[in-house]
């Protein structure tokens, strides 16, 4: 399918089926083949917004990718469930490990992204690391409890012994993981770990939709 130039101009921003379906007059076979179309020309970026609904940033220019993928990228890329980019982020002379996009998660106030990032648990392959990332976010709890919150329903790592006590034994570190948000479900984890969690068994149900 051949996209004009116009066309292009007319639906460069932040799009959904429906609005290009609106915009162009057209029905939505041709606007999911549009979105294909324009896919293949590096002219589209697809994101997940609110109710896993598709969102497409559209540009009259191909994007290109500096650098390596960032923490979004990195979770969206290893998690069925997806998380929306509130800015760009990409990294210049290394790479972003699942260890250090764990306990970054961990350390922000965003609960879709602790949902998301318990699925990165099964792909932890240095607990060492994971421990060095958690004490430089100060997460470290935090990264303890999304653990055993994700062990209650998925098959994980088994953690080292050694890194879970040090875990355990972090201080001075902050209760929430959002704020005066607790969880009604964990709170056996939320003892353990000494910190209160935003998730409940019915958001991690939605791994297995």
Do not use: C
Request: no cysteine; net charge positive; charged share 35%.
């Amino acid at each position: 399918m051949v996209i004009s130039e116009d066309i292009v101009k007319k639906l460069e921003g932040l799009q959904n089926i429906d609005s290009i379906m609106s915009k162009l007059g057209i029905k939505r076979n041709t606007a999911v083949q549009y979105v294909y179309s324009l896919r293949k020309r590096g002219l589209i970026e697809t994101r997940i917004g609110r109710g896993k609904k598709r969102l497409y940033r559209i540009t009259k220019l191909p994007k290109i990718n500096i650098g390596n993928p960032g923490y979004y990228e990195i979770i969206n890329k290893n998690s069925s469930i997806k998380v929306w980019e509130k800015y760009e982020h990409r990294v210049i002379g290394r790479k972003i490990s699942i260890e250090e996009a764990i306990a970054w998660a961990a350390s922000t106030q965003e609960d879709r992204l602790h949902l998301a990032v318990l699925a990165l648990f099964k792909k932890v392959k240095n607990w060492s690391e994971l421990y060095k990332w958690a004490l430089y976010f100060k997460s470290r709890r935090k990264v303890g409890a999304l653990y055993d919150a994700a062990r209650k329903f998925m098959l994980v790592r088994r953690m080292d012994g050694r890194i879970r006590k040090k875990l355990l034994e972090a201080k001075n570190e902050s209760k929430y993981l959002y704020p005066n948000l607790k969880s009604k479900d964990f709170k056996d984890i939320e003892n353990k770990w000494r910190v209160f969690i935003d998730l409940n068994k019915s958001d991690l149900m939605r791994y297995k939709e």
